[in-house]
């Protein structure tokens, strides 16, 4: 029985000694496991700033005024009085047609008028002393204001023999030589002559963008840029911006079904002959100033299956919540946030595909270079 009892408590004790080992061992094993490190993420936070919203719209330049110069007489082409190429003034000759034959139906059409105005006199004096009727006075007086107006018609046409240009502008090359015959009112021109100081720059906006620019304008969304709400800059092929800032002028009263878009015309100043009509360009619309605007940088912004558009935004903890945002628009290489983001909130750039809901990170601010091609800051606009 002693030894039954002894036994017993030798066993007991075994275990425990074993038990304790195995506590001992646990703890120290727990105490060298490494701790997970939290996942360094680059952030960008958010900033609230008034922002001047401005639309990129295509177009091409057109001339401000063009004139085809023809003759208004016949005859042959004595002289042409112009380099081509040129700029040449309202009213100054550009070419001398032949004149001989139209001075003389000058000379002419004076000689009838002194004849039929010596009758028309003598035949006065004669009506009152009834040696002419009233009727052959009549047709004296008519025939004297018919030699009148034959005058003015052979003086106008031998002004014409002086082709003279009709505005002011830039001539392109003659399409005729000396020694040519000309006709009045023929359909080749002899030059054109183009205006290109102003310039127009007509572009086409879609209607349903202009539709959504005046209701944001009218719900208070979009506030207008004032007096500079016109003023338009320009962007030339190459990608290079044109100096002087042009207004808009006027847009049109209806759709081109289409296209489903409407024309919107600007002048722009261009006294050193830089646009040629016909170039392709990018018109810059200033559309209005928008409050408390959120730029998010475009690699930063995710899409689900739906499409809807997403962000990783880092909690107060330091954990991560994946949040849906509502995009308005780009902006250069960012995205117009309307809603879900806050002024300061932090959201993440990189790793984006190693992230989950609720995982510890550690923010580190990312400084980024918000490219506004299309919007910019009031505080950048070009005055």
């Known amino acids: 029985m002693k030894f039954s009892q002894r036994r017993t408590r030798v066993v007991i004790g075994i275990a425990s000694l074993v038990s304790l080992m195995m506590l001992g061992c646990s703890d120290q094993g727990a105490v060298q496991s490494p701790s997970i490190a939290p996942l360094k993420v680059s952030v960008f936070t958010v900033a609230e700033e008034p922002l001047t919203l401005i639309t990129d719209l295509p177009g091409r330049t057109a001339a401000y005024r063009v004139a085809e110069v023809r003759p208004q007489v016949s005859g042959i082409l004595q002289q042409r009085l112009f380099d081509e190429g040129s700029e040449v003034e309202a009213g100054q000759q550009l070419y001398q047609i032949d004149a001989r034959t139209y001075a003389a139906q000058l000379a ?197 299956s739906r499409g809807v558009a997403q962000v990783w935004v880092v909690n107060n903890d330091n954990t991560l919540q994946l949040r849906d945002v509502q995009t308005l628009r780009t902006v250069g290489n960012s995205w117009l946030i309307s809603e879900g983001l806050e002024n300061g909130e932090q959201v993440v750039m990189s790793d984006l595909h190693r992230l989950r809901r609720d995982l510890a990170v550690e923010p580190v601010e990312t400084e980024v270079q918000l490219i506004a091609d299309f919007a910019v800051p009031l505080s950048a606009m070009v005055n």
């Open 108 to 304: 002419r059409a004076e000689a009838n008028l002194n004849t039929a105005k010596s009758l028309a006199d003598r035949y006065q004096r004669l009506v009152h002393t009834k040696a002419v009727s009233q009727q052959q006075y009549d047709d004296a007086l008519a025939a004297w204001q018919q030699a009148e107006a034959e005058v003015d018609v052979a003086r106008i046409n031998l002004q014409y023999t002086k082709v003279l240009s009709p505005i002011s502008g830039r001539i392109g090359r003659s399409a005729v030589t000396e020694g040519a015959l000309v006709t009045a009112g023929q359909s080749q021109e002899l030059a054109t002559v183009t205006q290109l100081d102003p310039i127009y720059v007509d572009v086409t906006q879609p209607i349903n963008r202009m539709v959504e620019l005046r209701r944001a304008l009218a719900s208070g969304r979009l506030q207008s840029a004032g007096s500079d709400q016109a003023m338009v800059r320009l962007k030339l092929d190459d990608g290079s911006l044109y100096s002087l800032a042009g207004q808009l002028k006027f847009s049109e009263v209806t759709v081109d079904q289409g296209t489903g878009s409407v024309t919107l015309r600007a002048e722009f100043p261009n006294p050193g002959r830089n646009l040629l009509p016909g170039m392709f360009v990018h018109a810059q619309l200033q559309e209005g100033i928008q409050q408390n605007a959120i730029l998010v940088p475009q690699k930063a912004v995710l899409r689900d």
